[in-house]
């Protein structure tokens, strides 16, 4: 164990309490606490709750320590003394600023400090504004009031990068963060760096604005809970003096003077603003919270698990639970490009046949990709016309009615973000604009160049309508899929005229969308899981991720553990370790298949991934450990965790104590009546009979596309062992069929 000062280790350090450690608090054993100390009483605000006591510095604002009551445990903030900067827009002449800016006094209340500042340039005031700490037990919630901008001038951001801070002089310190799926590293092992700018959004942290530090058996949890502030996590220095800060920068506007990607391709230059750009408010308050957790003097140290239980503890549950058991997927019908269709509804009625043959009547739910106008990224704004060359609007009216039999929901596809000249729709008033002020013309996807529209304006507008007649005119069956509408949860529109920050297009845009649909009795599904759309929109395609850590660490299943009962999402992309990624985050597969997608595709995708998703999505995380190449993950209940060899590119999963699942083979329970049996490879395949199944009465049947066929197999005790050809799905029935029907 790794020594505090000369002779303590954490433990004995626990043991002694707040008092312990003011008495043994020396220069000698704590010279960086003893200089903090010294530094906080010429010049500290201190707020305290009976856990929880902060320090804040008078000089610059900044938060000193926090120290935790009960164990006597301490966080620095910026220690250093270093000022803010306020990044400042003046307009004549047009130019950007950073500013130093210092307290002009503060004031305080029971729980919470006022630090008021004012930004100057050149001697003139520019800005004037108030960074608020408030407690509430071991919670600090930092927010920016009370901005008043002089005339000429605007406040853009202010950046904090370092609230909490830890370093190696701390036992055992480490850092974690969750936007890419979830990293964690030893703070003595990692590399400095930070966390690296969005590609569209720079230091918003989209899917996940989540990190943490910790040492000596505590955690600080940071959330960034305004959607457009930014998430900042760095590691600085050099062995044995390394030190991990979190921060935020808070922004009141959009810069106006930045250059953004505008999604126009790769290697495509940016776009920049100019004199006439507007800064465009933000319109949600700037706002963070720290929440810390304390070990007990007599339990073990916590981690980056008990942070990750924390903010679960206070996500929203899952609006909307029909997509927990649906085998989803999407069939590409038409593109402009494409000499003839990928598949006609006639063609779609016949391969969701074979799938509701192949998988026993499992639901299904299928979108189909490309049925308006001439096919896929066509007509928009536009719905009215279905694509004559895939059967029209009375083939897709019927594929709707006659699948719904086979325990099959079609519906579709759709995209309000996109909108193209060609379309009897068009509307130039609704298209956004960029930074420059020109329409924002985005890129060509199957042969006509598209733009983006403003939600806001459209949802002021034409929005509500199309709405309603998608629902009434294609009888949608309780769900669609808009495309885009969650990737993009923060977009902006520079249009002079209307001009819409992120927050207002997701507000009057975006939660629009869903909202209308709603009140036609349609759930919105769409692309990329958002942090701003957790608790609003139930499925989303994927999650993206993982990326290389900056700072060397290791990943983690951080997301799924805090997401698991908030979303649904997938992994759309292929790769040689699929399985073993989404089994990692929680995952399930989403795909959309060409009318030509060979069988076996569609099959592995439903029984090696979705059939065990099923099951494990389901099931908090409640442990994870890592050993070297392999992890571990533990689910809550007895028996059930997820075993995976990351060099060996192996996995195998287990519910309640029985394996279930391993190495390119299903043998796993499909809802409380079957067992689903499949596996790449012909050969033996065994699978534990749950215990209130009664081993007499069990029928096993192989699946095809005519039918079923009765299948020889071996009981021994409660094992049965079936022989199953490669590819060739294996259904092992609690009763049989006909007393089931009976």
């Known amino acids: 164990m790794r020594k505090v000062g000369t002779d303590m280790n954490r433990r004995k350090l626990l043991k002694l309490g707040v ?25 500290h605000v201190v707020l305290r709750t009976s856990s929880l006591e902060l320090a804040l510095d008078s000089s610059n604002g900044l938060p000193l320590t926090y120290r935790l009551l009960k164990s006597g445990i301490v966080f620095r903030g910026e220690s250093a003394g270093t000022p803010l900067q ?83 002089d701390d036992s055992a310190a ?28 720079g ?8 990190i943490m530090t910790g040492h000596s058996g505590a955690v600080c949890v ?12 760095s590691v600085t220095g050099e062995a044995p003096g390394r030190r991990a800060s979190m921060g935020t920068t808070k922004v009141h506007r959009v810069d106006g003077g930045a250059c953004y990607d505008m999604n126009l391709g790769r290697g495509a230059p940016k776009d920049c603003g100019n004199q ?4 465009l408010l933000v319109d949600q308050p700037s706002s963070c919270r720290l929440d810390f957790l304390e070990p007990s003097a007599s339990g073990a140290g916590l981690g980056w698990l008990d942070g990750a239980r924390l903010v679960r503890a206070r996500m929203p549950e899952i609006p909307n639970h029909f ?38 009547d499992s639901p299904q739910l299928v979108h189909l990709w490309g049925w308006q106008f001439r096919g896929k990224d066509t007509g928009y704004p536009a719905v009215n016309v279905v694509d004559e060359r895939i059967g029209g609007y009375d083939g897709m009216m019927r594929l709707m009615e006659r699948t719904k039999p086979l325990n099959a929901t079609v519906s579709l596809s759709d995209n309000y973000d996109d909108a193209y000249r060609s379309s009897p729709a068009w509307n130039e008033a609704m298209i956004a604009r960029k930074p420059d002020g020109d329409l924002w013309k985005s890129r060509e996807w199957t042969g006509e160049e598209s733009y983006i529209q403003g939600l806001a304006k459209y949802m002021e507008g034409p929005g509500p309508e199309r709405v309603r007649y998608s629902c009434e005119r294609y009888k949608l069956p309780g769900t669609i899929h808009v495309d885009v509408l969650s990737y993009y949860a923060i977009r902006n529109d520079w249009d002079r005229k209307r001009p819409a920050s992120g927050i207002r297009n997701l507000y009057a845009g975006r939660y629009r969308v869903l909202e209308e649909f709603k009140k036609h009795g349609v759930d919105v599904t769409s692309e990329g899981l958002r942090y701003p759309f957790i608790g609003k929109m139930s499925m989303s395609w994927y999650a993206g991720g993982p990326k290389p850590c900056p700072f060397g660490g290791s990943p983690i299943p951080m997301l799924s553990m805090i997401y698991r009962k908030s979303a649904v999402w997938g992994r759309a992309k292929n790769s040689d370790d699929i399985l073993l990624l989404m089994m990692f985050y929680g995952e399930a597969q989403h795909n959309i298949f060409n009318g030509d997608a060979p069988l076996d595709r569609m099959l592995d995708c439903f029984y090696l991934a ?17 050993n070297q190449d392999t992890t571990l993950t533990t689910l809550e209940g007895a028996g059930n965790h997820i075993d995976i060899d990351w060099k060996k590119q192996s996995y195998s999963v287990s519910l309640d104590g029985a394996e279930v699942a391993r190495n390119g083979a299903t043998f796993c329970p499909i809802g409380r009546d079957r067992i689903a049996l499949y596996s790449v490879a012909a050969g033996p395949l065994t699978a534990v009979l749950p215990g209130d199944w009664n081993p007499s009465e069990v029928t096993a049947v192989a699946l095809s596309p005519s039918g079923k066929e009765p299948v020889h197999f071996q009981l021994d005790n409660r094992s049965v062992t079936v022989n199953v050809q490669a590819r060739q799905p294996v259904m092992l029935y609690r009763k049989d069929l006909a007393q089931q029907k009976a």
């Not at 003011?22 to 010049?43: E, R």
């Not at 850092?175 to 990692?190: C, N, P, Q, W």
């Not at 006439?276 to 800064?279: A, F, H, I, L, S």
């Not at 006609?344 to 074979?354: A, D, L, P």
């Open 203 to 210: 230091e918003i942290n989209g899917v996940l604005p989540v």
């Open 19 to 43: 008092t312990g450690v003011a008495v043994a608090g020396s220069q000698k054993m704590f010279p960086q606490l003893a200089a903090l100390d010294t530094h906080a009483k010429q010049q």
């Open 174 to 201: 480490w850092l974690a963060h969750g936007d890419d799926g979830g990293d964690f590293v030893s703070l003595g092992e990692a590399h400095a760096g930070k966390l690296g700018l969005n590609t569209f959004w």
């Open 610 to 626: 979705m059939v065990p998703w099923f099951k494990l999505h389901l099931l908090n995380i409640e442990g994870f450990e890592r």
């Open 323 to 360: 997509y927990d058991d649906k085998f989803v997927y999407g069939i590409r019908v038409d593109e402009p490009k494409f000499p003839k269709p990928s598949a006609t509804f006639e063609h779609c009625e016949e391969m969701i046949r074979t799938i509701h043959a192949m998988t026993d």
């Open 86 to 168: 306020a990044r400042i827009c003046r307009h004549s002449p047009w130019s950007f600023s950073d500013v130093e800016v210092r307290p002009t006094g503060h004031s305080t209340a029971q729980r919470h400090a006022d630090f008021h500042f004012a930004a100057a340039i050149s001697g003139t005031s520019a800005a004037t504004f108030t960074l608020r700490y408030a407690l509430q037990g071991n919670t600090v919630r930092v927010t920016l009031e009370d901005i008043r901008e002089s005339p000429g001038f605007e406040l853009i951001s202010l950046p904090m990068p370092t609230l909490v801070s830890v370093s190696e």
């Open 222 to 233: 940071q959330e960034t809970t305004a959607y457009m502030d930014g998430t900042l996590l």
């Open 276 to 279: 006439t750009t507007p800064n």
